[in-house]
């Protein structure tokens, strides 16, 4: 029998009370696939940072995920986002408005304001397709918060009309991460953002 990928409630189901010993080896395979997926196939693979070969579902993140945050205001899939912090809340970050920075984080879905299911990716991988075309050829390039615009990021660094934070008249580049290829060495993009906040909090 076919080693299978279930629900978590499906795994729960199969494993109910087990007092009649009705739990099968094939139960135990099941669930082993189910939370070892391809990419954790060796010991120390769940140190590892996630792989764009293995990240081929559209708009979508890997990586170290927060769920169920709350949305301080109408976000979009892939804004970068800054931690409000009196409020508790994750807003779309601005280059240039030092309370809206730094980013933390990337939207996983779009959510309305206040919504309180949001997933946001703290370090990782990020899929959006689009990207392959805007970056296209730019592969190893950083990629920085470079725009006055609510959550939007780019492959130009910043200028003091556009990104001059912490004061307007100071340039101070903000890199988040880098685009990366579909395997491994700058081969063609392929629209994956390696998304690490360290760089922009360390600058190393």
Request: proline share 4%; hydrophobic share 40%; glycine share 12%.
């Amino acid at each position: 029998m076919a080693d299978t990928q279930r629900a978590r409630s499906e795994i729960l189901t199969l494993f109910a009370d087990n007092v009649t010993g009705a739990i099968s080896a094939q139960d135990l395979r099941d669930f082993t696939v189910t939370i070892m997926e391809s990419d954790f196939q060796f010991a120390g693979d769940f140190w590892t940072e996630p792989k764009p070969a293995f990240t081929t579902t559209d708009k979508t993140g890997r990586g170290w995920i927060d769920y169920s945050q709350v949305a301080g205001s109408t976000i979009s899939f892939g804004d970068a986002l800054c931690y409000v912090g009196a409020s508790g809340v994750w807003r779309a970050a601005v280059g240039n408005v030092s309370a809206r920075m730094p980013v933390l984080g990337i939207a996983l879905n779009s959510y309305a304001s206040d919504a309180t299911d949001m997933q946001v990716l703290r370090k990782g991988l990020l899929y959006d397709s689009s990207l392959s075309g805007t970056w296209s050829g730019l592969c190893g390039k950083p990629i920085f918060i470079a725009s006055a615009s609510q959550g939007e990021y780019s492959y130009t660094g910043p200028d003091n009309s556009v990104c001059g934070w912490p004061s307007a008249d100071t340039t101070f580049p903000v890199i988040i991460g880098l685009y990366e290829g579909a395997s491994f060495g700058l081969a063609a993009g392929s629209g994956h953002l390696r998304f690490d906040p360290q760089w922009y909090v360390t600058g190393a």
